[in-house]
C-alpha cells in the first residue's frame, strides 16, 4: 500500500469516526392521546353502551302472556319488513323531513343572506328574532302552535271572519301541520349553519363581479351560491337528522291518528310493552338516518368538489 493509500484510508477512517450518530426516531408525545381517554370513555359510555344494549334489545322476543323472552332472533325486523303498517309510517317519516328540510333550506339560506348584509342595530336585532324559538321549550312552541291550529284558533277564527274561508281548515292532526310546526322550530339550525358559510365569503367579490356586467341574480347563482353550499348541506343534515326523530312536535300537533318513528317507538314502549320491537324500530330508524345523510352528503360533495377542496 502507498502512502498516499494509507493517508486516504486515515482519513476515511477518521471522518468516520467524527461523524454524526445516526438520529434516533422521534417518539411521539401520548400526552394528547392520555388526555382524550376520559372523552372517548365518557363517549362510550354515553352513545355505545346504550345503542349496543337496544340493538340486543331488538333481537329478543315478546309475548303478551310471556312478556320479554331473552332468546336471539330477528322476527321484529322481519315485522317491520313485511308489514305495509311499518311501511307507511317510514314513509311518513322521511317524507315529512325531506319537506321540513327544503322548507327550512327556502327559508333560512335568504334569511342568513338577508342577517348579513343589515348593520347594526337592526343586524342584531333581527338575529334575535330569528332565534328566538331556540330559547324556549318545544313542548311550548308546539302548544302554541297547536293553539293557533285549532278549529277555533286564531288562524282559522280570522280566516273566516275576513270571509276567505266557509269551514276551519284541518292543521291539527295532518301532516300539513307538522310539518309548519318542525319548520318553525328547526329553521334557526339552517341559519346558523349558513350564517356560519358566509363569513368567508368577502363582499367585495360580489361588487367586483357587478363592476364587471353580471346581474344581482347571475351574482347570487354564480358568486354567492356556490360559497353557501357547505353551509346548506350542513345545515340540511342537522334539520333532516332532527326532523326525522322529533317526537314532541309530531306527537301534539299529529296526535296518534298521525304517527311517525319516534311515536310510533315511544308507543311500543310504553303502550303495548313491546321493548323488543320498539327497539327494532329505533335502530332502524337510527340506521335509515346515518344511510340518507351520508349518501346525500356523498352526493352533493362530489358534485360541488371544487367548493369543498
Known amino acids: 500500500m502507498t502512502a498516499v493509500d494509507s493517508q486516504n484510508a486515515m482519513d476515511a477512517g477518521l471522518a468516520t469516526d467524527t461523524a454524526a450518530?445516526?438520529?434516533?426516531?422521534?417518539r411521539r408525545n401520548p400526552t394528547p392521546y392520555l388526555l382524550s381517554l376520559p372523552a372517548l370513555a365518557l363517549f362510550a359510555v354515553l352513545l355505545l353502551v346504550p345503542l349496543a344494549m337496544t340493538l340486543l334489545l331488538s333481537l329478543n322476543s315478546f309475548g303478551f302472556?310471556?312478556?320479554?323472552?331473552?332468546?336471539?332472533?330477528?322476527?321484529?325486523?322481519?315485522?317491520?319488513?313485511?308489514?305495509?303498517?311499518?311501511?307507511?309510517?317510514?314513509?311518513?317519516?322521511?317524507r315529512i323531513a325531506f319537506v321540513v328540510?327544503?322548507?327550512?333550506?327556502?327559508?333560512?339560506?335568504?334569511?342568513?343572506?338577508?342577517?348579513r348584509r343589515?348593520?347594526?342595530?337592526?343586524?342584531?336585532?333581527?338575529?334575535?328574532?330569528?332565534?328566538?324559538p331556540l330559547l324556549i321549550s318545544v313542548v311550548s312552541r308546539t302548544l302554541g302552535w297547536a293553539l293557533l291550529f285549532g278549529s277555533t284558533g286564531i288562524i282559522n277564527t280570522a280566516l273566516m271572519s275576513v270571509g276567505l274561508i266557509a269551514t276551519p281548515i284541518e292543521f291539527m292532526y295532518t301532516e300539513t301541520g307538522v310539518i309548519i310546526a318542525l319548520t318553525h322550530v328547526l329553521v334557526p339550525f339552517m341559519v346558523l349553519s349558513v350564517w356560519a358559510s358566509l363569513?368567508?365569503?368577502?363582499?367585495?367579490?360580489e361588487n367586483a363581479a357587478m363592476s364587471l356586467g353580471a346581474k344581482p341574480f347571475t351574482v347570487l347563482r354564480r358568486v354567492v351560491l356556490p360559497q353557501?353550499?357547505?353551509?346548506?348541506?350542513?345545515g340540511s343534515i342537522i334539520v333532516f337528522a332532527l326532523a326525522a326523530s322529533a317526537f314532541a312536535t309530531p306527537a301534539i300537533i299529529g296526535g296518534r291518528r298521525l304517527k311517525v318513528a319516534a311515536t310510533l317507538a315511544?308507543?311500543?314502549?310504553?303502550n303495548t310493552l313491546n321493548w323488543p320491537l320498539g327497539a327494532a324500530v329505533a335502530i332502524l330508524l337510527l340506521v335509515a338516518n346515518v344511510v340518507i345523510i351520508v349518501g346525500c352528503n356523498r352526493l352533493i360533495e362530489r358534485r360541488y368538489k371544487q367548493v369543498f377542496e
Open 21 to 26: 450518530p445516526p438520529a434516533k426516531p422521534e
Open 65 to 94: 302472556y310471556t312478556g320479554i323472552q331473552d332468546v336471539w332472533q330477528l322476527g321484529n325486523y322481519t315485522d317491520i319488513f313485511t308489514d305495509s303498517y311499518f311501511h307507511e309510517i317510514f314513509l311518513r317519516t322521511f
Open 101 to 115: 328540510t327544503l322548507l327550512s333550506a327556502v327559508l333560512g339560506a335568504p334569511e342568513a343572506y338577508i342577517l
Open 118 to 132: 343589515m348593520h347594526s342595530p337592526w343586524r342584531g336585532l333581527c338575529l334575535l328574532i330569528v332565534l328566538g
Open 199 to 205: 363569513q368567508r365569503l368577502d363582499p367585495q367579490v
Open 228 to 234: 353557501v353550499v357547505p353551509g346548506i348541506l350542513s
Open 266 to 270: 315511544y308507543d311500543e314502549f310504553l
